[in-house]
């Protein structure tokens, strides 16, 4: 029987916890995470060792929040990489007093509390799912306006409840991710007024940090609503924790559920593909609705310098299907969190047939605060949204690609690091390769080859100012990843797989 810790356990047994069974639906049984040693992991060897800052710097999986920094005042730098994501740097004089007040804020740190520990610390009297997290209420829902809805991403209710927030004077601005004057990279921003809200709105698929929007506001009399992609939600919830003063000035925590981060790099081979070469790159949109297609079936817009607009459709690029996992950090095989578990409130796209063909778009929305559920009932009553109950299964099932990422996918990722001898976080879910079929497995595998290989073939691209440089390795990864893909579902998907060409081949020879 496995040992759960309450969060002041040292030590946890997972040889004989529960193993997640994803293709089973078996998603309710796993393990708690927190305080387990990495020597009493299935595949150690070795004495006891920790997960700590240390190794999530050293094997690259910073994701760049920037917590680390804000809690050393600065001692810890984050920077830009070669790769286009925020990294921390370790190679100052620290002490050791402050490495490991850094380690726990960490969201991919063993010496930090995990998903289960923060949630039960803010909702402990809410319902709690396993794969959704506590939850007041479950909707879906849109904005009623044809204008607001056409210049949102997906429903347009992020935006929505962050100028209630701060109409209602709950919150004194907003920290959320904006586009940056004259740069086309995205940077945290502080929005005081629902007109800066509705100007920065739409989602912005790139690296940023935390760090320096943090220390800005930082004991400035202030509060805020606090938004990111749900590492950075834990990483803010870690803070508050350890900074009375951040705690009081965090107000409400919004979570964007996100299906794996980007490199800033992703923004520049978009805008490449649609013509604009990096250095003529003045601003991105990544998510334009097409009125003729399915709401996940979008065109993005790139602008370059000289003011033109290049349109392109995301689904007709090399990399704009996100289930190859294209510029994606190393951090984010190591996530469990899909809903933003820390969070007052959690916003995602709804993947269910009934809205996806919607072309507007859809949020499912998972309320865990009175206040929330407050300001958007007034907001449907008032008729500027549209909202209806979503069961807790549908939310679920909303996002059934990031379940397969974070629960088997990660089971094999960690089986396959340990089996390496490579230091890996304890998660909530246990390491185990009999978690998939062989054949899924070699699926997985080529996906993290494919966000490997992004980031360095681009990175190589970028600095020769040749696109055929990341375009040729990518276009042979991902062939090999839909064969695979193909293969793992059985004779007829490998059929309709190689058959395809073909088809294609002869509709195009009838057209001529």
């Known amino acids: 029987m496995a040992e759960v810790s309450d969060g002041s356990l040292q030590r946890v047994r997972l040889d004989d916890a529960p193993v997640v069974r994803v293709e089973g639906q078996r998603l309710d049984q796993y393990p708690a995470r927190h305080g387990t040693t990495l020597a009493a992991r299935p595949g150690r060897t070795g004495g006891r060792m920790t997960h700590g800052i240390e190794q999530v710097v050293e094997r690259g999986m910073c994701i760049g929040c ?41 969201p991919f740190s063993d ?21 959704i997290g506590a939850h007041l209420e479950v909707v879906a829902g849109r904005r009623t306006s044809e204008h607001e809805i056409v210049g949102s991403s997906s429903g347009g209710l992020t935006s929505l409840l962050l100028e209630e927030l701060l109409r209602a004077g709950l919150v004194d601005g907003v920290l959320h991710v904006g586009r940056s004057a004259g740069d086309p990279r995205f940077s945290y921003t502080v929005s005081t007024s629902p007109e800066k809200i509705e100007r920065d709105r739409k989602s912005m698929y790139s690296a940023t940090t935390l760090a320096d929007v943090v220390a800005g506001i930082r004991g400035d009399g202030r509060t805020y609503a606090v938004v990111g992609v749900p590492c950075f939600i834990k990483a803010l919830r870690l803070l508050a924790a350890e900074l009375p003063d951040l705690d009081a000035q965090f107000g409400v925590y919004v979570g964007l559920v996100c299906g794996h981060l980007k490199s800033t790099f992703f923004a520049e081979s978009l805008a490449w593909q649609a013509g604009v070469p990096p250095t003529e790159l003045e601003g991105i949109d990544f998510r334009v609705k097409n009125a003729s297609r399915y709401a996940w079936d979008y065109d993005y817009d790139a602008v370059s310098v000289d003011g033109a607009h290049h349109v392109r459709r995301s689904a007709d690029t090399i990399d704009g299907g996100w289930g190859f996992g294209a510029f994606q950090p190393e951090a984010c095989n190591f996530c469990d969190d899909v809903f933003a578990e820390g969070a007052d409130v959690a916003f995602a796209d709804a993947w269910l047939h009934k809205y996806a063909a919607d072309w507007r778009g859809t949020n499912a929305v998972v309320i865990r605060d009175e206040r929330v559920r407050r300001l958007l009932q007034a907001a449907a009553e008032r008729g500027g949204v549209e909202l ?23 089971s094999l990722r960690l089986a396959d690091d340990l089996a390496a001898g490579l230091s890996v976080p304890t998660k909530r879910v246990p390491p185990d390769r009999t978690v998939v079929s062989r ?20 990175a190589d691209a970028r600095e020769a100012g040749d696109f055929e440089r990341y375009a040729g390795p990518m276009r042979r990864a991902i062939r090999r990843y839909r064969f695979l893909d193909a293969w793992s579902q059985g004779a007829k998907a490998l059929t309709r797989h190689v058959a395809r060409p073909v088809v294609h081949r002869a509709r195009r020879m009838l057209r001529r």
Request: aromatic share 4%.
């Open 388 to 410: 209806e109950p979503l069961s807790v299964e549908d939310a679920a099932r909303s996002q059934a690609g990031g379940f397969r990422h974070r629960r088997a996918g990660l």
């Open 439 to 458: 054949r899924r497995a070699a699926v997985l595998r080529q996906r993290r080859r494919i966000s490997r290989l992004s980031l360095v073939a681009f």
């Open 111 to 131: 010496d930090a509390r995990n998903e289960d520990v923060l949630a039960r610390e803010r909702f402990a009297d809410l319902p709690r799912d396993d794969r």
């Open 66 to 106: 920037g917590a680390c920094s804000v809690r050393t005042s600065g001692a810890i730098p984050v920077t830009i990489g070669r790769r286009g994501v925020y990294e921390a740097r370790l190679d100052g004089a620290l002490s050791t007093d402050a490495l490991r007040a850094a380690s726990r804020v960490c």
